[in-house]
């Protein structure tokens, strides 16, 4: 190995660069990773801003389509017609 061309230096630097990239990338993916398991496991997500009284509006929708099908149930139960 007289010398070292600069075609091969080239690629050794690139791929250096392309792998300390990636283990950057892959460290950030962890640490998000970690602080969104971390937010599950404390009983919120990114946006939670409610009172511990106040439903989720998910969960008021869901209670909304419930007591709607269950007036539907009624209905049908009672014998009128929809």
């Known amino acids: 190995m007289a010398f070292i061309t600069p075609d091969?230096?080239?690629?050794?630097?690139?791929?250096?660069?392309?792998a300390?990239?990636?283990l950057v990338?892959?460290?950030g993916w962890?640490?998000?990773i970690q602080?969104?398991?971390?937010?599950?496991?404390a009983g919120h997500g990114?946006?939670?801003?409610?009172?511990?009284?106040?439903p989720h509006a998910g969960s008021r929708?869901?209670?909304?389509?419930l007591k709607?099908?269950?007036r539907k149930l009624e209905a049908i139960a009672a014998g009128v017609d929809l």
């Open 68 to 70: 709607e099908r269950l």
């Open 30 to 32: 962890r640490d998000w």
């Open 35 to 41: 602080l969104k398991r971390e937010e599950l496991n």
């Open 25 to 27: 990338a892959l460290r």
């Open 8 to 18: 091969l230096t080239a690629a050794a630097v690139a791929l250096s660069a392309l």
């Open 61 to 65: 929708i869901e209670i909304a389509d």
């Open 46 to 54: 990114a946006v939670a801003t409610h009172e511990p009284g106040v």
């Open 20 to 22: 300390i990239v990636s």
